[in-house]
């Protein structure tokens, strides 16, 4: 394995491939009339394709990431990251010699250290399969500390009532009005959560001295909220992830939910990334969640309400901050409705994956927790959910389980599933994070200190401005 990681090393530095490279792909070339169905038993060719995608993976470390601080990029790293941002339009992919529709190139976080797939045959690159997902990688180059981050979990709006849902127009079409309805949410306002978290991130500098990143729930902000957190964002120096909701422009169309993701680099506050999320799957209310929210009065619980959001092009977006941090978000149903965007999301591996929930507490024994460990088993990712407390509050607790205050939930490879709970007078949660360095081996051998290493959680502390 020495002799793979030199080649690809060489490979790098010179921009030719290698020998033994070419070598390979004569021999694969040389079966090009085999069925692909045979390749498996054809096992020089299936040995020349393990080592050229091994020596391909070894040349491309690093790809798509900030460089590190003191560390000037080579020549390939400033083409990797010009031709991620060429494919910004259509969806991102690190490949220039094969068609977009057919596979994607991406840069790659973790692999996975459990079965054996072929997103266990790479460290840096990792294979994208046609799917009806489209995949984008942003960079921002951060002050995010080498060792960590803290984030502050806003869960706005902190009061919900069965008020803020109603019954939406249903759309021209052939719905069964008798046994299905449309439902909308008004989603949180604007000055208060920016004010809000302006004191809680004073307060939070006072208790840990600095704050990376503010997270708000899905669905806490309306568009005018969105503006004035960007504004703070952008005054404080850190990044926001905040899910947003949008009312329809007239009575017959539909409302639009999204995540937001904003940050500024720290060399200009007028220079900044920013990009929206749609969610992918839409939130039904059954009779079950409609009498555990008390929204009977609001919503026919003999009918089965689809959330009124629109369904667009579905896209997941990737953040790398720093040259080590990369993270992900989906919004509620993404994280439990996992086809078709899991897949995508285990072979990035990103660090971090932040799902913003509209949801109930977030103990241990619900939805989230299930599936916040599958992507922390496979390829390594840790998870964050958050609710807001106003739903927290609102959901009526299963006979025989105690109400919870838990607005969060943390689960990473090492350290388990803990419950974030907001204490009684609090208004918001500051998590500290360690980035914990670890090694991981691919199929073929080939041992790696892993880039970003895992994010563990090593602090709560509740916040009271």
Known sequence: MDEIVQTGRSWRKVRSPPSSVLASWQAIFAARSEAVVQIGVLAAVWQALVEVAAAAD????????????????????DELVLQLLTTQKSGTTLCRGVDESLVRVLPKSHTPQCGATLR???????????????????????????????????????????????????????????????????????GPAAGE????????????????????????????????VEHLARKEGVFVIAGVGRRPVDGTSLGENLVYFYATTPQARDVAVAFEQHKHHRWRLDRGQIVQYGLGGRLD???SWW??????????????????????????????????VAQLVRSVGPNLVVALLMDGP???????????????DDPGCSVLTLTCAGMMELARPVAGV?????????????????????????RAVLLSLARERDEEWTSDGRRHITEGGRLVLVGVHAVTP
Not at 137 to 151: D, E, Q, T
């Open 362 to 376: 977030q103990t241990a024994a619900r939805w989230s927790a299930r599936y916040a460990t599958v992507l922390a």
């Open 197 to 228: 978290a302006q004191r809680c991130i004073e307060r939070a500098r006072e208790m840990v001295g600095q704050v990376d990143g503010l997270v708000f729930p899905e669905l806490a902000l309306d568009e005018r909220g969105r503006s004035d």
């Open 307 to 340: 959330e009124a959001t629109r369904l667009g092009r579905r896209e997941l977006k990737f953040v790398t901050i720093h040259d080590w941090f990369t993270l992900c978000t989906l919004v509620c149903e993404d994280l439990a409705r996992q086809d078709p």
């Open 120 to 190: 266990s045959l790479t460290h840096h690159l990792a294979l994208i399969h046609h799917s009806d997902v489209i995949p984008f990688w942003h960079s921002v180059p951060s002050a995010v500390p080498r060792h960590g981050l803290n984030l502050l979990l806003m869960p706005f709006p902190m009061d919900v009532r069965p008020s803020s849902f109603s019954p939406a127009p249903a759309p021209p079409g052939n719905m069964d009005e008798t046994r299905f309805g449309l439902f909308e949410y008004r989603a949180g306002g604007g």
């Open 402 to 426: 105690a109400r919870s205050r838990a607005v969060a939930l943390w689960k990473d490879p090492s350290g388990g599933t803990t419950e974030i709970e907001l204490p009684v007078g609090s």
């Open 301 to 303: 619980p003999a009918r």
């Open 58 to 77: 070894e040349a491309c470390e690093g790809a798509g990431r900030p460089a590190p601080k003191g560390r000037m990029r080579d020549e390939l790293a």
